[in-house]
């Protein structure tokens, strides 16, 4: 998985999120569950992240084998990995 932020912008105090699933990670199902916990996960942290960032996040296959709350500890871990 890849979690990457990009340089805050001017545009005031929006926190906007961009989700990549292909079709090599699974079928429809498996894809969209995916997606639901990323925006889940974006819900939660979005106070926490610089007013007027972007967060681009890339699901790669081994998030299928994942739980919940793993999925969102390896989020967690990689948005702060790259704010760093």
Do not use: C, H, Y
Request: proline share 2%; net charge positive; no cysteine.
């Amino acid at each position: 998985m890849v979690v990457a932020p990009t340089v805050a912008r001017l545009d005031g105090d929006a926190r906007r999120l961009g989700i990549t699933v292909s079709r090599r990670v699974g079928g429809a199902v498996v894809r969209n569950r995916l997606k639901r916990w990323v925006r889940e996960w974006f819900r939660v942290a979005r106070q926490s992240l610089v007013a007027g960032s972007d967060v681009l996040v890339i699901v790669r296959r081994p998030a299928v084998s994942l739980s919940v709350q793993a999925f969102r500890t390896v989020l967690d871990r990689s948005l702060a990995e790259v704010a760093r």
